[in-house]
């Protein structure tokens, strides 16, 4: 089971910006295809964002795309995802998901579920 932690949430008003972190326990995120999801209270989760193994690749959900940029860090072994004018509809809780056999465009889909199950996540409010 591949084991992540997501951090970073938090409460911030319309507009704002936030910064989530994705790091691994046991593992190195540097070697991983990383994608972030996020589900809202009565709605399916959804693919926000995924980036490459070799970050010559990104995904993007259109409902985010030019407002949210996804990275690696690998001195840090971490992947950040800046959420930049955050809209009320961006509110729930954000998931980050690691896999080495798969791809870009094979993660980021709505149905995709990791090895294991999905982390505690990280809560993400905007609120005025």
């Known amino acids: 089971q591949l084991n992540v932690v997501e951090s970073g949430g938090g409460l911030v008003q319309p507009g704002g910006s936030l910064r989530l972190s994705c790091a691994a326990s046991?593992?190195?995120?540097?070697?991983?295809?990383v994608g972030w999801f996020r589900q809202a209270p009565g709605r399916e989760r959804e693919a926000v964002s995924c980036?490459?193994?070799?970050?010559?690749?990104?995904y993007y959900a259109e409902s985010v795309k030019g407002r949210f940029t996804i990275s690696r860090d690998n001195a840090k072994h971490l992947v950040y995802l800046q959420m930049n004018s955050l809209k009320p509809e961006d509110t729930a809780v954000y998931y980050c998901?690691?896999?080495?056999?798969?791809?870009?465009?094979?993660?980021?889909?709505?149905?995709?579920?990791?090895?294991?199950?999905w982390g505690r996540g990280t809560q993400v409010t905007v609120s005025p």
């Open positions: 046991g593992f190195t995120l540097d070697y991983y295809v």
């Open positions: 980036i490459s193994i070799n970050n010559d690749e990104t």
């Open positions: 998901a690691a896999n080495q056999l798969t791809t870009v465009q094979t993660m980021c889909v709505p149905t995709y579920t990791p090895f294991g199950s």
